[in-house]
């Protein structure tokens, strides 16, 4: 019998945030379903930002093969999509004759279109409404939305252009339509199914209050400076981080509640992740787009009859997840993919078949139309800017061209042994043999990717 995909992934949620990673966020259901499935610690968000990651994860190629060297939004001189003649995961099962939906944030279509060719849609800003057809990359059943962040009062569209408004929070939401997708299925065919939530995802305080209450009493975790432990707003933020996480917790179990009393737990593949995480006060900061654990390293757990549950060690990235899908669905995956699927070693830790990396490539380029615009005024290429870096197990290295223009290139070696927290960085030369060795490995991603990021310059003016 052909085996059902499953999967789950929320936006911006940290790796540690969730309890069995020693947290003191309570995700009883989440812990509860880590002990059947294979759990990642070293799953990398190639480019930590929700467009770049999720066209990377659908396609089984690098962010920027693909395009997506930004989110997909408004202000920018160019289009940024994920383009139809791609080929996604749902395209590759459709054709496989699997019932396939999708539901909850796509963020992968061009704002622009809707404003005009749908504008009756209602799509605003950076919001999307996404037509049936080509752009929907083989999800036929469809309740989803572009970019909105109205956690509370969230919109939909489904088979055409009307704009659907819940009021409820969007996970719950979600998860209802979910539930009702595997109600009204077709029991004689295979399914893959996404269920893409939002939260924890900014804005912060829109979370249900039952779930920032089990927060009233908080324990600041170690690597948020002093300055941030004292400070009211930001601990209330962390409480409605973790509320938000709770609340997805409920949830997650009671979908899992749903494939337990179905019987379709067996005969599944079920994933639970993210598109990258939050700096949560590391550091200083908060959000993603950076190349520190708390934004790069996102939860990912696999749970598959085939696979033995249990911790890994493997280096994977986002182009890694479909054809490593695939493969445990018994599906060829398409040429044009790029990443490595990783199937054979999650069912056979011991197999020699699949060499791992020895690195995984990371990376952000600037994307905001300011820095856009500052750029291309002086007449660069604002795409050869950002950073890019690898992420080994133990160490990760970065080369950071800055994101303004004048910024001197700088580069960064983290040991993640010695200094997991990050706060003591090596900072290189780049004539100093390590950097040289790291800059040639670096390069082979960027000759493969086709990006015009430049190692050897020292100096934007």
Same mark, same amino acid.
Request: proline residues 9%; hydrophobic residues 35%.
């Given at each position: 019998m052909q085996k059902n995909l499953i999967y789950i992934f929320a936006d911006q949620w940290n790796k540690n945030a969730i309890g069995f990673e020693d947290s003191q966020v309570k995700t009883p259901h989440m812990d509860a379903f880590a002990k059947k499935s294979k759990v990642f610690d070293n799953a990398i968000s190639t480019y930590p930002l929700c467009s770049p990651h999720r066209a990377s994860l659908l396609t089984g190629k690098y962010p920027y093969s693909l395009g997506l060297w930004t989110n997909c939004k408004i202000g920018l001189d160019e289009v940024v999509m994920l383009k139809p003649q791609e080929i996604t995961i749902g395209d590759v099962l459709k054709g496989e004759g699997f019932q396939t939906a999708y539901i909850g944030k796509w963020h992968l279509d061009a704002s622009e279109k809707n404003f005009q060719t749908h504008p009756e849609s209602g799509a605003k800003h950076?919001?999307?409404?996404?037509?049936?057809?080509?752009?929907?990359?083989?999800?036929?059943?469809?309740?989803? /939305?572009?970019a909105m962040d109205d956690h509370l009062s969230p919109h939909y569209w489904r088979d055409n252009s009307k704009q659907i408004i819940k009021h409820g929070w969007s996970p719950e939401v979600e998860t209802d339509v979910a539930i009702e997708f595997?109600?009204?299925?077709?029991?004689?065919?295979?399914?893959?199914?996404?269920?893409?939530?939002?939260?924890?995802?900014?804005? /912060?305080?829109?979370?249900?209050?039952? /779930?920032?209450?089990?927060?009233?009493?908080?324990?600041?975790?170690?690597?948020?400076p002093e300055t941030l432990k004292q400070d009211p707003e930001f601990i209330e933020t962390l409480r409605e981080y973790y509320g938000a996480i709770s609340g997805l917790d409920e949830q997650f179990g009671r979908l899992m509640d749903y494939l337990e009393?179905?019987?379709?737990?067996?005969?599944?593949?079920?994933?639970?992740?993210a598109d990258h995480g939050d700096m949560l006060g590391a550091q200083g900061l908060m959000g993603k787009n950076i190349w520190y654990e708390?934004?790069?390293?996102?939860?990912?757990?696999?749970?598959?009859?085939?696979?033995?549950?249990?911790?890994?060690?493997?280096?994977?990235?986002?182009?890694?997840?479909?054809?490593?899908?695939?493969?445990?669905?018994?599906?060829?995956?398409?040429?044009?993919?790029?990443?490595?699927?990783?199937?054979?070693?999650?069912?056979?830790?011991?197999?020699?078949?699949?060499?791992?990396?020895?690195?995984?490539?990371?990376?952000?380029?600037?994307?905001?139309?300011?820095?856009?615009?500052?750029?291309?005024?002086?007449?660069?290429n604002n795409k050869a800017f950002g950073w890019r870096g690898l992420r080994?197990?133990?160490?990760t290295y970065v080369v950071d061209n800055g994101t303004r223009p004048g910024a001197i290139q700088k580069r960064y070696l983290y040991d993640l042994l010695q200094d997991p927290l990050q706060k003591k960085p090596i900072e290189l030369d780049r004539k100093d043999p390590i950097a040289k060795q790291m800059d040639?490995?670096?390069?082979?991603?960027?000759?493969?990717?086709?990006?015009?990021?430049?190692?050897?310059?020292?100096?934007?003016r």
């Open positions: 950076w919001d999307a409404y996404t037509p049936p057809g080509e752009r929907r990359h083989g999800f036929d059943f469809w309740f989803s /939305y572009g595997l109600e009204q299925r077709n029991t004689d065919k295979a399914f893959c199914l996404f269920l893409s939530w939002n939260p924890p995802h900014p804005p /912060y305080d829109q979370v249900p209050p039952k /779930y920032k209450a089990k927060y009233d009493e908080i324990q600041i975790p170690d690597n948020v009393t179905s019987g379709l737990m067996e005969n599944s593949v079920i994933v639970l992740s708390e934004s790069i390293n996102i939860p990912l757990m696999i749970c598959d009859q085939n696979v033995a549950p249990g911790p890994t060690d493997i280096l994977f990235s986002s182009e890694d997840h479909m054809p490593t899908l695939l493969e445990l669905l018994q599906v060829q995956a398409p040429a044009c993919v790029e990443g490595k699927s990783f199937a054979t070693r999650l069912i056979d830790n011991s197999s020699l078949l699949v060499e791992e990396d020895d690195e995984k490539l990371i990376m952000m380029i600037p994307g905001m139309p300011d820095m856009v615009d500052a750029y291309r005024r002086r007449g660069y080994m197990k133990d160490k040639q490995k670096l390069q082979v991603y960027l000759n493969k990717t086709n990006d015009p990021f430049i190692l050897d310059q020292v100096e934007w």
